[in-house]
């Protein structure tokens, strides 16, 4: 495990429950922002998957664990890159 991904997942699963509370029923009586709280997650993630990446990248030897883990980063990552780029679109539409 790389060794700043603790660090990342202390800030990134509670920025997450954030997001889900107050996008759930309970957003009316938290009063919490929870825009914020969604781009520290999402950040949160695309730096923890380029960490996994770039980790399993550097080692010689990588099981078959280790390999699906990085292919389901691989895809977060995209899905996290399309998902921007559509928000981008949206908000420029809006304007």
């Known amino acids: ?18 997001t889900v509370a107050v996008g759930g029923r309970f957003g009316r009586h938290l009063r919490l ?16 998957d380029v960490l996994l990446l770039a980790a399993l990248l550097n080692s010689a030897h990588v099981g078959w664990a280790a390999s699906a ?3 389901a980063s691989a895809a977060r990552l995209v899905a996290a890159a399309l998902a921007g780029r559509r928000l981008v679109r949206l908000r420029a539409a809006a304007n």
């Open 33 to 48: 922002p929870g825009h914020t709280a969604a781009q520290v997650a999402i950040g949160g993630c695309v730096a923890g």
């Open 69 to 71: 883990a990085g292919a």
């Open 1 to 18: 495990m790389p060794p700043r991904l603790p660090v990342i997942l202390a800030l990134v699963v509670p920025a997450a429950v954030v």
